[in-house]
T-cell receptor, first 113, second 113 residues
Framework: AQKVTQAQTEISVVEKEDVTLDCVYE???????LFWYKQPPSGELVFLIR??????QNEISGRYSWNFQKSTSSFNFTITASQVVDSAVYFC??????????FGDGTTLTVKP | GAGVSQTPSNKVTEKGKYVELRCDPI?????LYWYRQSLGQGPEFLIY????????DSGLPNDRFFAVRPEGSVSTLKIQRTERGDSAVYLC???????????FGQGTRLTVV
């Protein structure tokens, strides 16, 4: 069975603060993929990043960075210098060769001006 | 349009009625997914199509739910004898193959009264 846990239900920060969203996953598969999606108030899920289980390199994209650690089964997401437009629900997801994704319950991020 | 299109955007139906939800994937995408999202939760996998065939329908909750994709493009999710517990946002996503990023539509909000 696969499981994704996002322990932080809600996070509130003030603009320009850095914020890290945690994601812990469980799977018995050795090959798997991890994703982060953003769901703004409009409701449409927006893809942010995909990593495979063999690539533990951290990745940075602008103000976004991701820390993948297989030893702790974690795939954390950091937003540097947060902005009001970053306010959304963020989902971490896990996919194996079966093709379907298991999502966490999301973290609601509120960035206040 | 270039994105995944779902119709209708909202559907209110009476308990016991039959409903159909439509998904137009991104042109050329062979993979198509249906998810269901309840308030405060992450998307829950329902079914995955690769081409015309259902590669994995293990997420369909019971035999009242059925989905088709007859020509490998548009998909229809069909729910018979709707129940109040079926109320949720039904999300469709498409991709170029399993384990690649999925592009989501804005969803159909189904309310069973």
């Amino acid at each position: 069975a696969q499981k994704v846990t996002q322990a932080q239900t809600e996070i509130s920060v003030v603009e320009k603060e850095d914020v890290t969203l945690d994601c812990v996953y469980e799977t018995r598969d050795t090959t798997y993929y991890l994703f982060w999606y953003k769901q703004p108030p409009s409701g449409e899920l927006v893809f942010l990043i995909r990593r495979n289980s063999f690539d533990e390199q951290n990745e940075i994209s602008g103000r976004y960075s991701w820390n993948f650690q297989k030893s702790t089964s974690s795939f954390n997401f950091t937003i540097t210098a947060s902005q009001v437009v970053d306010s959304a629900v963020y989902f971490c997801a896990l996919s194996t060769n079966a093709g379907k994704s298991t999502f966490g319950d999301g973290t609601t991020l509120t960035v206040k001006p | 349009g270039a994105g995944v299109s779902q119709t209708p955007s909202n559907k209110v139906t009476e308990k016991g009625k039959y409903v159909e939800l439509r998904c137009d994937p991104i042109s050329g995408h062979t993979a198509l997914y249906w998810y269901r999202q309840s308030l405060g939760q992450g998307p829950e996998f329902l079914i995955y199509f690769q081409g015309t065939g259902a590669a994995d329908d293990s997420g369909l909750p019971n035999d009242r739910f059925f989905a088709v994709r007859p020509e490998g493009s548009v998909s229809t999710l069909k729910i018979q004898r709707t129940e109040r517990g079926d109320s949720a946002v039904y999300l469709c996503a498409s991709g170029t193959g399993r384990d690649t990023e999925a592009f989501f539509g804005q969803g159909t909000r189904l309310t069973v009264v």
